[in-house]
């Protein structure tokens, strides 16, 4: 696609329940990051593949939440029994070997 | 955490004015990157700058880069109000990217 995509754009969940988030990156790119912003602040790092092997995983705040790329291409990312602290907008990202990278539109997930 | 820290954290001019945005951060890095957010949208991506190159031109924008102050800028020039964002620095020191705490900038007619 022209863009990086992300599905939902809106979720709301209960406290206890599973979420998946998914994320389809620009065609070509091999890297594939995820990010969460909380209101007022700028993103911060979660997670971040190239194809599908999983760099480096040191920002996921802990064993709830997981990440997988596994054809290389769309990644998900997966949050079980959420929190209300979860509540977040959590963003995709792609990138080339060029480094920029690409935004997504974000999935606000809300808890309650 | 929060590496880059933008300076001012708001930011009001009038149309036709230049507004520049200053960013510090606090390790050595691989490049820098400058995002434009509206109103909690999405973000796009301005420019990039490495750590080799010192300015940086896209149009409008002017980035610059001193490495020695762990510092940068960004310079808007002639600013519309469709230029009304948070402005974000990024820092890349392996892939993942180090954001601040972003600049809210109003033009106004």
């Known amino acids: 696609g022209a863009g990086v995509s992300q599905s939902p754009r809106y979720k709301v969940t209960k406290r206890g329940q599973d979420v998946a988030l998914r994320c389809d990156p620009i065609s070509g790119h091999v890297s594939l990051y995820w990010y969460r912003q909380a209101l007022g602040q700028g993103p911060e790092f979660l997670t971040y593949f190239n194809y599908e092997a999983q760099q480096d995983k040191s920002g996921l705040p802990n064993d709830r939440f997981s990440a997988e790329r596994p054809e290389g291409s769309i990644s998900t990312l997966t949050i079980q029994r959420t929190e209300q602290r979860d509540s977040a907008m959590y963003r995709c990202a792609s990138s080339s070997i060029a480094d920029e990278q690409f935004f997504g539109p974000g999935t606000r997930l809300t808890v309650l | 955490s929060q590496q880059g820290e933008e300076d001012p954290q708001a930011l009001s001019i009038q149309e036709g004015e230049n507004a520049t945005m200053n960013c510090s951060y606090k390790?050595?890095?691989?490049?820098l990157q400058w995002y434009r957010q509206n109103s909690g949208r999405g973000l796009v991506h301005l420019i990039l700058?490495?750590?080799?190159?010192r300015e940086k031109h896209s149009g409008r924008l002017r980035v610059t880069l001193d490495t020695s102050k762990k510092s940068s800028s960004l310079l808007i020039t002639a600013s519309r109000a469709a230029d009304t964002a948070s402005y974000f620095c990024a820092t890349d020191a392996g892939r993942k990217l180090t954001f601040g705490t972003g600049t809210r900038l109003q033009v106004t007619l």
């Open positions: 700058i490495r750590s080799n190159e």
């Open positions: 390790t050595s890095i691989n490049n």
